[in-house]
């Protein structure tokens, strides 16, 4: 392994000489060699099917592991789109004159070697490798044991355009050993790996979290909120609640629970549970709640639960004082929103509570790299440090200071 | 250790109630009472003293350790320093309008907790107290042993501040188990602190960034170099190579290694040593160095060693790509400086090297917050993500998207 991830270190060098137009062009002909691939690529895909299905993997999960000819296209597509950005290295982020003349640019240049853990959608594997060599930087991917023929093959793809391009293939690396002591092993590795991305399930994220020397950008659970103030419009919020519940239930960025004003609980409850009733989403409620409809009651787990379905939790709380407590009690630091037309309440909501993204009048689910205009999205960090929310492409860059001097001293 | 730090939390959170001038009303508050205090706090530190005498510390520590009125002065004058800063919190980072029209800020916040591990300087404590409190977060600090009974007493009237302002005094609190296996547990506690700050000793540091769940920016060794190139002012490279080393030989900005272009040395190095042997600085030198002039030898491990003393190492260098492979191996990402005339080279020279400040014709020892025209220096980070080089006030804040929609869905 250490072995392994020097190359992976001393290859990520490589790309210091690269051009942003010599980046570019790999990266076309990475999505071309994915779309000459597409049959090969089927095939290996086929074998991850049929060890699902023997396995008896939820359909849901073969649902993101299958891969067919459009698919293929889109992860082409995807990789032209990178290509396509704006260079994001060697950026001048500021830029100064100190007292004594010197002349300070701070520059973005990339991080260096940054490994990513992710689950079943083998297109992570082409999206990563493509915005980590964008952006410069050597990537180690390890991806789910459901997808490791169809990673492989996609991964083995890309490198024969590096081999090509006379580069290194240890740029797109996959993990070697990609078992749980692998990642282990990966994540002490600080003198090699200089950034760690986690993606996927709660216990994988802690263990990484809890056990890496290595810095971590975490891609946790969202624990997201939607709370309806008496000086809501109605209308307005129950769209805005049916659409951050419904529209994509299994998105991080989708609500787990509607927060309801005390004072107006009465004429809207009936309201919500006629939208939802629409949606066939099953709704769970808090005393107060199950006092003006009827709905299953709601416990504390409940409260604490990211169902990632289309379920929703019920609360009436006492005005926006209420919402921010159950918030700060029960949010992930994900996504809450406030749906009013007081700005004095909506400010109090938005600068009272600690999370990525805060909204007055929207869904939640707009926090997303793309919905951001961000272009590219390596995934939305739960993290407080170097990256939070949405995480463009520019979450891949780190920064220098380069002084220019004319023979100063102190 | 963990109801202290639930409740070093909560008090954070007090913090986003205050403004910026109540905030800034209670550092000069701070700064007084230092002042009103100085006799009980010099005799706080007279126990310090001679615990230090009787238990044989260096004479450089010693010398760190002690206070007077003068350095109480400082510390009061630092601290009003402080509150003059421009408040790092609410700055409205970047802000543009989405396709669907959602209004996006991104605003700066408060970290929340920052754990501080440090040592000896008893004015650490009130200068990141009060770096921390500006830019409203709290902080539990870990001084060093040797310090403990002047660090007791600052922390307390600075606590008495916060008291009298009716704010919980855990915003400024001191670590209750200052021992290694506190330090072990505090950096397991992600659930309340959000991010750690070491400075001091490598093992510290290694033991800090190998078993923290909490995010570390650290404050690690320099091993700084300079290369004199063949096209330099020779009379400037020798004025900055003898400041870069000679100025303040314990700083870590200061270089431990000069590195001479080949085609030069035999004309340079005679200067060189002319220059050091001026400052009696113990000079040692690779074996071409040693075939012109006459110095100690350099071994490997010297190279690889951050003196913090007045001694240098000399190397000859095959030109500036001898300089960079010389820096890749042994520098510690610090700050590294070229002396050339060249643009081309200079330009090579800074963007090989990964560091977090490359310099042109101007000494090391300008990698400083103040130098910088930060202002306040919470320290210089060697850490690659959050903070790089040089970490202002501005080091001590993250930041949230405040999304202002009016009913948008996806």
Not at 58 to 67: G, P, T
Not at 177 to 185: H, I, Y
Not at 295 to 315: G, H, Q
């Amino acid at each position: 392994m250490e072995h392994f991830l020097d190359k992976a270190k001393s290859a990520s060098r490589v790309l210091a000489t690269l051009s942003g137009s010599e980046r570019n062009r790999i990266l076309r002909e990475m999505a071309e060699a994915l779309r000459a691939n597409t049959m090969n690529i089927i095939e290996a895909n086929a074998l991850d099917m049929r060890k699902g299905s023997e396995e008896k993997l939820a359909a849901s999960l073969m649902e993101r592991l299958m891969l067919d000819e459009k698919r293929i296209e889109s992860m082409a597509v995807a990789i032209e789109e990178i290509a396509a950005l704006k260079d994001p290295i060697g950026k001048v982020l500021e830029g100064w004159v100190t007292e004594v003349g010197l002349k300070i640019e701070k520059v973005s240049i990339p991080i260096g070697v940054i490994g990513i853990i992710y689950e079943s959608r083998p297109n992570v594997t082409s999206d990563t490798a493509a915005l980590c060599f964008k952006s410069s930087n050597g990537c180690v991917l390890k991806g789910g044991k459901e997808a490791e023929a169809s990673n492989g093959i996609i991964a083995d793809v890309l490198q024969q355009v590096l081999l090509r391009n006379n580069l290194p293939k240890e740029l797109i690396a996959l993990l070697p050993d990609a078992t749980r002591e692998g990642v282990a092993k990966l994540i002490k590795m600080d003198q090699y790996v200089d950034l760690i991305v986690p993606r996927g399930g709660e216990a994988l994220i802690r263990f990484v979290s809890q056990n890496s020397s290595v810095p971590v950008v975490k891609h946790d659970k969202g624990q997201c909120h939607l709370y309806i103030d008496k000086d809501a419009k109605i209308q307005d919020a129950l769209r805005i609640a049916v659409n951050a519940k419904v529209q994509r239930p299994s998105a991080c960025n989708s609500i787990e629970t509607l927060l309801v004003d005390s004072t107006i609980a009465l004429e809207v409850l009936p309201l919500i549970k006629e939208v939802f009733d629409r949606e066939n989403t099953r709704l769970k409620g808090c005393e107060q709640t199950r006092e003006i409809i009827s709905v299953e009651k709601a416990s504390e787990e409940d409260f604490d639960t990211e169902y990632l379905a289309n379920i929703l939790n019920l609360r009436v709380v006492d005005g926006v004082d209420g919402a921010i407590s159950h918030i700060v009690r029960f949010g992930s630091s994900h996504s809450e929103s406030i749906i009013t037309e007081n700005i004095t309440t909506a400010e109090k909501f938005m600068n009272s509570i600690d999370a990525s993204t805060l909204y007055v009048n929207a869904s939640t689910r707009f926090t997303d790299g793309g919905m951001f205009g961000f272009g590219a999205e390596v995934g939305i960090s739960t993290s407080k440090l170097h990256a939070r929310g949405p995480m463009g492409i520019e979450g891949l860059t780190t920064y220098k200071y380069k002084v220019y001097g004319k023979g100063q001293i102190r």
